[in-house]
């Protein structure tokens, strides 16, 4: 097993990664030290390299080969289902907990930027691959890994002690951060907020970094990374794409969809136009986004009938508001029906205009400040924050 390690598994994916520029050579040394198949488990259900979709069960019991196959794939391993309330075979409802894209792990490592000395915190010690990878680097003294699941913790700690690892493993509620060994110099977050915690910021020492994923309740997530400056405001660019799991005190609660229409047949009091933007045109990862990005507090699902038409849905958190968009292949013109004080699907489509109008800005030129204030987005410089639309309009 050692020889087929050596030879065909870590070989193999670290060159993948100095392939893609992800892994660097100041980070060679520790990817050899430390194995990714001493923190995965022996029940795994793999992702695919872009999307957020499992595959079927893999069980290290029934199948090594193909266990150890997936553990050196540059993919999401998930590890956890439904907060671990799921114990089957299939496939859960909601991933809760993984083992992370090594690309991802070590790009998001390459934006942390740890030097000698740092002391770090991270957020979401998950299977505690990243918190090793941390530790062999820096040393456990200066790691502090906080995660909210206990059994999850419980077995990070396992695998870190397996491996000879010691940093300091917390069960606590990661927006609280760890005040207990702060300041750090570095943060970094492996589950997605919509809303940075003002502890991190807090806890981050002046000129510190923090890196997380950050995404919208519309949909769309970046990599952010934020320097913290003196005066306590931290600011940075988005860097890279990412989909993960959310925080889990900020997982958003979907109302149920009949209660938007509130008993009343389709389409109940809504009003009807039409619109020459396709709702295809608006499904990417960056347009999810930029959308997002303006038409706060609302999110969408799509409704797929066998003829390849679709309905997209908009609904807003409170259930007043809802907008529905038929799409037909071919057509110009596409109906839609709006019900509620926001108009939503105006509110969308002049958000993706704006897109347009500013030449189609990718994630690169977005950024965030978080201050005593709140968050801002911004396009190219702090000084220019994004609209945020309300009934169709700006506020």
Known sequence: MNTRAEEAGPSGLASALMETG?????????????????????RIWPGIADGTRQTTLVDRAE???????????????TTQWDDGRHTGDGLGTTPTSSSSMP???????????????????????????????????????????VEYDEAVAEGAEENLRRAG?????????????????????RVIATCSVGEMPRSWIEQT?????????????????????L????????????????????????????????????????????????TALSPADIGGWLEQFVIGLQVRGAFWRAERYDDGTYTLWTYSADTQSWASADY?????????????????????????????????????????????????VWLDSPGAPLPVRRLGGDT
Do not use: C
């Open 22 to 42: 992800a892994l660097t050579p100041d980070w060679l040394g520790t990817f050899k030290a430390v194995p990714r198949e001493l923190f995965v488990p022996d």
């Open 63 to 77: 199948d090594p080969d193909s266990w150890f196959k997936v553990v050196y794939s540059d993919i999401p391993l």
């Open 103 to 145: 690309r991802m792990v070590f790009s998001m490592l390459a934006d942390l930027d740890v030097q000698e000395g740092h002391r770090t915190l991270e957020i979401g010690t998950g299977t505690g691959w990243n918190a090793g990878l941390l530790s062999h680097r820096l040393g456990g003294a200066n790691v502090v890994s």
């Open 165 to 185: 690892l010691s940093p300091l493993v917390i069960v606590a509620d990661g927006r609280s951060g760890h005040v207990g060994t702060a300041p750090y110099d």
């Open 205 to 225: 020492r002046p000129g510190g970094v923090i890196v997380a994923p950050w995404g919208t309740e519309y949909g769309g997530e970046y990599i952010v990374r």
């Open 227 to 274: 320097t913290v400056g003196e005066d306590g405001t931290a600011n940075g660019p988005f860097t890279r794409s990412s989909a993960f799991m959310r925080l889990r005190q900020q997982r958003a609660e979907r109302p149920p969809f009949d209660a938007y229409l509130k008993g009343q047949e389709w389409p109940a009091d809504g009003t009807r136009s039409t």
């Open 328 to 376: 037909v292949p071919g057509r110009r013109k596409y109906e839609v029906v709006q019900s509620g004080p926001r108009k939503l699907w105006a509110e969308t489509e002049a958000a993706y205009r704006w897109w347009l109008g500013n030449g189609r800005p990718g994630f690169e030129r977005f950024g965030l400040t978080v201050d005593a204030h709140g968050e801002r």
